[in-house]
């Protein structure tokens, strides 16, 4: 009895240890103008980066992921009918990275973990207002970029982007 009792213990900790951890999730917002109509718009531009919100500072590693982010969301604008262009384009695309660490850090689990900040912030070019904004935050692994969750992150960003009633949409999947 006491060795198969010790065996299934042994047994659920072997499982346990071994499972597969979920993927990580980042906790995604965003919000248009609430007047705002996105059929008007054809095209877009890249413009200059926007800093960090405040706790997150720009590394090596987040422009890295910068350039990783223009390329997911020149395709996902592109996969919503817009096409890119330096030449006047309607919209202005504004991106923004950085990392910093998890604001209420528990003491017993030592050390707090990274979070990787992006920013998109989209601006129509004939009037310079901003008309939609989009921001996911996630746990990251300071010594890589996480290319899955970046798309995913700009995934669930974009998702409302280009509906035709700007809703604010916060969300974490």
Not at 15 to 44: E, G, I, L, M, N
């Amino acid at each position: 009895m006491k060795t198969s009792m010790t065996l299934a213990l042994l047994s659920s900790l072997v499982a346990c240890s071994t499972a597969t951890p979920a993927a990580k999730q980042p906790v995604v917002s965003s919000v248009a103008a609430p007047d705002v109509s996105f059929a008007s718009y054809h095209t877009f531009g890249f413009g200059l980066a926007r800093e960090p919100r405040p706790g997150y500072e720009v590394t090596p590693r987040s422009l890295e992921v910068q350039r990783r982010l223009q390329a997911l969301v020149k395709t996902a604008l592109e996969d919503r009918g817009l096409t890119e262009t330096t030449d006047k384009p309607d919209l202005i695309v504004k991106l923004a990275t950085g990392s910093g660490s998890s604001a209420n850090p528990a003491p017993e689990r030592g050390p707090s973990p990274a979070v990787g900040f992006i920013g998109i912030d989209v601006f129509a070019s004939a009037s310079g207002s901003q008309i939609w904004q989009g921001s996911a935050f996630a746990e990251i692994d300071p010594m890589k970029i996480d290319d899955a969750l970046l798309q995913r992150g700009v995934d669930h960003m974009l998702d409302g982007f280009g509906s035709v009633r700007g809703e604010s949409v916060a969300k974490a999947p």
